[in-house]
């Protein structure tokens, strides 16, 4: 079975564009986690989605958004990009409805200059 | 607001020491706890612990949970450089319906296995 897949792995933006990430998840799962990990704040969670609904949401600003397909494919969408947002992103999918075991993805490294 | 606590941060040991990795959690119901293995990539996946003393096990890992005093103990065995890691503690936990898809994490403990 194939693992969750992000695309792109790198990405360098400059500060005010916008950006956008996608993630496969597992084939059958449903449910797709977002985080952002950073040095300094480690992992935090950004949303969740479950049949393309959004059932979660994490302490990050409007800039930061998400939207899922009927494949369960994921996009997260982070606009008017700032130096602060260099991280790497990871997407997790998850087969149970409870989302308890997630799997991750390789992760997009985003650098922001 | 959930809260995950590792200990320590950081740990040096040689080939073949066992160590023991602390998580502590203060969420609103609980649901699961996860340990994950980090190292220059994603996080992978180790364990799912829900049960109060029911200890798991995978080759020379284990770990077990205890509810009622919210923690979560990492034990490796006859640790290899392979070892060598950042092990991540997270936690499921809300109610009705807000902890979905919500892993909250622990700053992680970095292990280093010298030769």
């Known amino acids: 079975k194939a693992g969750v897949t992000q695309t792109p792995r790198y990405l360098i933006k400059t500060r005010g564009q916008q950006v956008t990430l996608s993630c496969s998840p597992i084939?059958?799962?449903?449910?797709v986690s977002w985080y952002q990990q950073t040095p300094g704040q480690g992992l935090q969670f950004l949303f969740e989605?479950?049949?393309?609904?959004?059932?979660n949401k994490g302490n990050f600003p409007g800039r930061f958004s998400g939207r899922q397909f009927s494949n369960s494919r994921s996009e997260m969408n982070v606009s008017t990009l700032e130096l602060g947002d260099s991280a790497l992103y990871l997407c997790?999918?998850?087969?149970?409805?409870?989302?308890?075991?997630?799997?991750f993805g390789p992760g997009t490294r985003l650098t922001v200059t | 607001e959930d809260k995950v606590v590792q200990s320590p941060l950081s740990l040096v040991v040689h080939e073949g020491d066992t160590v023991t990795l602390n998580c502590s959690y203060e969420v609103t119901n609980f649901r699961s706890l996860l340990w994950y293995k980090q190292e220059k990539k994603a996080p992978t996946f180790l364990f799912m612990l829900t049960s109060s003393g029911i200890e798991k096990k995978s080759g020379r890992l284990s770990s077990i949970l205890d509810k009622k005093e919210l923690f979560s103990i990492l034990n490796i065995t006859a640790t290899q450089t392979g070892d060598s890691a950042v092990y991540l503690c997270?936690?499921?936990?809300?109610?009705?319906?807000?902890?979905?898809?919500?892993?909250?994490f622990g700053q992680g403990t970095i292990l280093t296995v010298h030769p």
């Open positions: 997270a936690v499921l936990g809300g109610a009705g319906g807000t902890s979905y898809g919500k892993l909250t």
């Open positions: 997790a999918s998850s087969s149970v409805r409870n989302s308890y075991e997630q799997y």
């Open positions: 084939s059958g799962h449903r449910s």
């Open positions: 989605y479950f049949s393309e609904t959004q059932r």
